[in-house]
Structure formats: C-alpha cells, structure tokens
C-alpha cells in the first residue's frame, strides 16, 4: 500500500481544514535554494509540475540559488537538476519567501507550504499506528481511513494545487466511475495535464477490462516494427506481460510465467513479454540474467500503457485465441489459477 505517500495528503487535510482560493492578484515570491559542493555547475530548474515546463533556471554557484519572480495565480511546483529523473521537491508557488529544505525535500516559508511542513509530527503519529498494528485487517482499516480522509482533503481543496497534489494520492481510493465524475465536475482539477491524462487511463483502463478485444499497438526499435497483433491471435492463448527490469515486483512474477510457461506451452499458450518504461540495454540484460525464453517487445516505453491505461507494473493479460482479453491484473496463485481455468476450456 502507498501509506508514506498517502500520508503527506492524509496530514495536509488535517491541518488545512478547508479549501484556499487561486491567487486573483499578482504576488512577488522569492525561493531560496541551498545547494552542496557537488552540484556547483549543475542546472537548477524551477518548473511547473503539472507541465514539466521551466519556469526558471540557475547554474549553481556558492552555496544558494535564489529564484524571485511574480505570479497570478497558484502553481504546483518543482525544483529539478538538469538530468534528473524525478523533481527533488513537490510544493505550491505562492507569493512570498520561501526556502527548500535538502533534509526533508520540503519548501518552507509561505502559507500552504508552512501547512504542509506542519504535517511531519501527525505523520511520524500515523506512521507509528500503522506500524504498531496487531493485523492486515488492523492496517487496512488504517490505510481506509487515510483513503476517506484524502479524498475529502481533494475535495475541499479542489480548485488549488494542494487539491490537485491530493488527487495523485485519492485517486487509489477512488472507484473509476467515481474519479472520472469528480475530474468531470470539477473543470479546474481537469485543467491540469496530469489530471486529464490520469482520467484518459482510467478510461482506457476500463475498456480494455476482461471480456473486451485486445488493443494492437505497434513499436519500432533499431529499425524493427512489433505488433502485439504478431503474437495474439494466432490461434493459441498469450499473457502478455507488461514489466521492466527495474520493477522489483514484475521480477518477482517471472518464476510465476515460467512455471505457467512450462506447464502449457505444448497446451497452446505462448507468453510475450512488453518492456516499458525502460532502458531497452537493461531489458535485455535482465532478460539474459532471468533466463526468458519469449520474446519481448523492446522499448515500448508508454505506448501500451497509455492503451491500456496501466498506471503500474506488473501488468499481466491473458488474452484468449480469438483476441478477447481473459484476465487482466493477476499475479501468482490467481493468475495461475485463471490461466489453468482457460486452458481447461480449451
């Protein structure tokens, strides 16, 4: 369960109580940012977190970076090293003076931000229950908890970027017709890119659930094009496993396809591995090191996952003869069990 991240919304909601209105005048902000020896040189952005745009930019020099500027309304923000995967900080841009802190990747100093970094004693509080419980039914009662108490933290907040950082923690608590609806009401929330892109998932998502058609998709690496279409519907069940070499669980799963593999390979199943989001030389070099005998679509990155609205890895589908998706989403016993289900219908 997402706990540590939840927790951060979860605290937030506490503390805020209610919803704080988008700037409707122009406000000064200042950002101090102080950096270490082994950065001196590298490119410090500012940018929009939503977009990825830069908002700003500074070579790191000495032992600080100031960004100021002026802005009209609230934005959700980042500060990220030139190279970087990830943005080192998630934080509100609003008028003010505001330093980032490098022990914790918060920023301090301004209103909502000051809320946020209020959370840290509530959130070692709610990090200590879920810890000291006696059960799973104990944690997932907990983990509930938290889901309910975020999505009103959304909800009250819904038209800043607080509501909008809190959407990318509620929406695991969310059922699919009940976040579509909430990013359908609420035109400020679906403004946002990563928003409307998390309801396109969803959508996709849900069409492509068991019993609807499978979804083609094409991608070329070094010259060569590969369909799923080359590998489904040719007369025989495939799981398709969608995974890359970093992804701890995917790695996990894959005793699970082997042991699946060799028990109905002669039966008429194949299995076709999709590397996304990856680098295709570490695909290929956990395929060599995990032993894979099946083929493996490289360098997919998020073509399929923006098909079928996958949001996380592992994903596995079974996908029968005729091109109707069986099973979608199982892993171990379940997914074996679905698997024999098929093949003994066969």
């Not at 101090?32 to 940018?47: N, R, S």
């Not at 933290?153 to 969310?174: S, T, V």
């Not at 080359?230 to 790695?251: E, I, M, N, Q, T």
């Not at 109905?264 to 090191?289: F, H, Q, R, S």
Request: proline share 4%; charged share 25%.
């Amino acid at each position: 369960m997402k706990l540590y991240n939840s927790i951060i919304a979860v605290t937030a909601a506490l503390l805020l109580g209610c919803g704080v209105a988008m700037a409707d005048t122009t406000e000064k902000y200042k950002i101090i940012v102080p950096v270490g020896a082994d950065q001196q040189g590298d490119t410090l952005f500012l940018i929009n977190y939503d977009t990825a745009q830069h908002l700003d930019s500074a070579v790191i020099s000495g032992e600080k970076v100031e960004f100021t500027g002026v802005i009209d309304e609230l934005v959700p923000a980042g500060l990220m090293v030139k190279g970087e995967r990830r943005p080192r900080a998630q934080f509100v841009l609003e008028g003010g003076s505001m330093v980032f802190r490098p022990q914790d990747g918060s920023v301090a100093g301004s209103m909502l931000n000051d809320r946020f970094n209020e959370l840290q004693q509530t959130q070692a509080e709610l990090v200590k229950e879920f810890r000291s419980a006696q059960s799973e039914a104990q944690q997932q009662a907990i983990y509930d908890r938290f889901g309910q108490i975020m999505i009103n933290a959304m909800n009250e907040n819904i038209d800043n970027p607080l509501g909008y950082f809190c959407f990318f923690e509620a929406q695991q608590f969310m059922e699919p017709e009940q976040l579509l609806k909430t990013v359908s009401d609420n035109p400020r929330l679906g403004s946002y890119k990563r928003v409307a892109k998390a309801a396109q998932a969803v959508t996709n998502r849900l069409a492509t659930q068991p019993g609807n058609k499978y979804r083609d998709f094409a991608v070329t690496y070094q010259g060569k094009t590969k369909r799923l279409s080359d590998y489904v519907g040719k007369g025989k069940y495939v799981l398709v496993d969608f995974w890359a070499s970093w992804c701890g669980p995917c790695r996990r799963q894959l005793p699970v396809l082997k042991e699946i593999y060799r028990q109905y390979k002669d039966k008429g199943l194949d299995v076709v591995g999709v590397a996304v989001w990856d680098d295709p030389e570490d695909t290929k070099e956990a395929i060599a090191e995990e032993g894979l005998t099946w083929d493996t679509i490289l360098d997919a990155q998020q073509i399929p996952t923006d098909i079928y609205g996958i949001t996380g890895i592992p994903c596995i589908m079974l996908i029968a003869p005729d091109g109707t998706i069986v099973s979608r989403d199982k892993q171990g016993d379940e997914l074996k069990a679905d698997v024999a289900a098929a093949m003994q219908k066969k």
